[in-house]
């Protein structure tokens, strides 16, 4: 009795095929129309990008300053005055704009880790934006006689996600995230010492 089950070879270049379209994503495609695997349907909205996120990281990777040159404690002194002061805030912040940067996103990561309710309001908001999009894609938002583009389809997303983020206390989170960032690259910009090169530009420079 014959089926029409692929057996021996047959079956292992079946499976592979079958593996290929199940995580194959090159036809995705936001609509659906192309390709059929479960990494063609992890898309994002125009103007966001993985492939932009990562270009943006790998920039700032490539510019960042070894880290333990940034926190040696040799390099730090009390500066002498106001203008060494600002001239220091300037500089440093030119000079390790990276590494400041990686702190700032380090700080979010660890606020929204230590708050499972901050989490949950993300959640909220990232669903319904999805599910937003999803409809506008299916068929034009139309609001007040307007098209819903994708950062008004953020905004209600946003709106509808509100009260969560207003019990998990957003506000605080976000006061508290920009406070500590201050504080840390304020301090360093401050009492970390300049560099022979940027010593030199400086005095090179144009009063």
């Given at each position: ?183 840390v690259i304020g301090s360093h910009a401050a009492f970390r010492q300049l ?13």
């Amino acid at each position: 009795m014959t089926t029409g089950a692929p057996k021996g070879e047959n079956c292992l270049v079946d499976m592979d095929s079958k593996a290929g379209d199940l995580f194959g994503a090159e036809d995705a495609h936001p609509t659906g129309t192309g390709g059929t695997g479960v990494l063609a349907k992890l898309w994002l909205p125009k103007g966001l990008s993985v492939s932009g996120a990562k270009e943006w990281l790998d920039r700032r990777r490539v510019s960042i300053r070894p880290w333990a040159s940034f926190v040696d404690q040799r390099k730090f002194s009390k500066p002498r005055n106001f203008g060494e002061l600002c001239q220091r805030v300037v500089k440093n912040v030119e000079v390790y704009n990276s590494n400041y940067t990686f702190i700032f996103l380090g700080l979010i990561l660890y606020c929204i880790i230590s708050s499972p309710m901050l989490l949950i309001a993300l959640a909220v908001f990232a669903g319904a934006f999805y599910i937003i999009h999803l409809k506008s894609l299916e068929s034009k938002l139309v609001l007040l006689g307007k098209e819903l583009t994708v950062p008004h389809q953020m905004s209600l997303a946003g709106a509808i996600s509100l009260p969560v983020f207003w019990l998990a206390g957003a506000g605080t989170a976000v006061f508290w995230v920009l406070g500590a960032t201050l504080f840390v690259i304020g301090s360093h910009a401050a009492f970390r010492q300049l560099e022979g090169s940027d010593l030199d530009e400086l005095l090179m420079e144009p009063v």
